[in-house]
């Protein structure tokens, strides 16, 4: 589990079919093997860890079904991608309940300047918009944000300043498509729905 907060923004060092390893700030001593890191918002599994000048090398195995749902097919050597840890007992719950089980990819149809924040509006697919309701939560790109707004599968979001500066947000532009993990609340809201028709 985790909160959206992102703590290290992480580089594509390596890939090889499904095989990736990613430069991280982490230092070596405190990720271990089957540890679950999420990049982009993607819960992975750490399969090894080789410690470098600046934290250490981290590799995933992820499977041709998680390419398929996500960002990560199109990850090649250079990229950078938001990382968190997964939560502890104990830690600040910062953000909101994130699994890492990205429902879908999201397209940035807009970005502008809304005093010091940045507004980003989404075209989500159809099938997720009931999810998506203003004041909600939801997890792009591995980030806690508040939805503001929705018009039909339509939603937009505000970064702050500190937002865009410690995770990849401030490098996005329209046309990027970004992981969407919808509220887990609102999941089973919907579901105990369904049963009641």
């Excluded at 390596?14 to 001593?29: H, L, P």
């Excluded at 995770?167 to 919808?182: M, Y």
């Excluded at 887990?184 to 579901?191: I, L, Q, S, T």
């Amino acid at each position: 589990m985790f909160t959206g907060i992102i703590t290290d923004i992480g580089s594509v060092a390596s890939r090889d079919g499904g095989r990736f390893q990613i430069a991280s700030k982490y230092q070596a001593a405190s990720v271990e093997v089957g540890c679950s890191i999420a990049c982009d918002g993607v819960c992975l599994t750490v399969t090894g860890v080789e410690p470098n000048a600046d934290g250490c090398r981290f590799s995933v195995d992820v499977s041709n079904e998680t390419c398929s749902k996500t960002t990560l097919d199109e990850w090649r050597p250079g990229r950078r991608v938001n990382l968190e840890r997964s939560a502890t007992l104990g830690s600040e719950m910062g953000g909101h309940v994130v699994l890492g089980h990205v429902d879908g990819l999201v397209s940035i149809v807009d970005i502008r300047q809304d005093g010091e924040s940045s507004r980003f509006s989404f075209e989500a697919p159809e099938h997720l918009s009931l999810y998506i309701a203003p004041k909600g939560s939801i997890a792009l790109d591995g980030t806690s944000l508040t939805v503001n707004e929705v018009s039909a599968n339509r939603f937009g979001v505000n970064l702050i300043p500190h937002s865009l500066q410690v995770t990849t947000w401030g490098e996005k532009k329209v046309g990027d498509q970004v992981n969407l993990e919808v509220d887990v609340f609102a999941r089973y809201v919907a579901r105990l729905m369904e049963f009641r028709q």
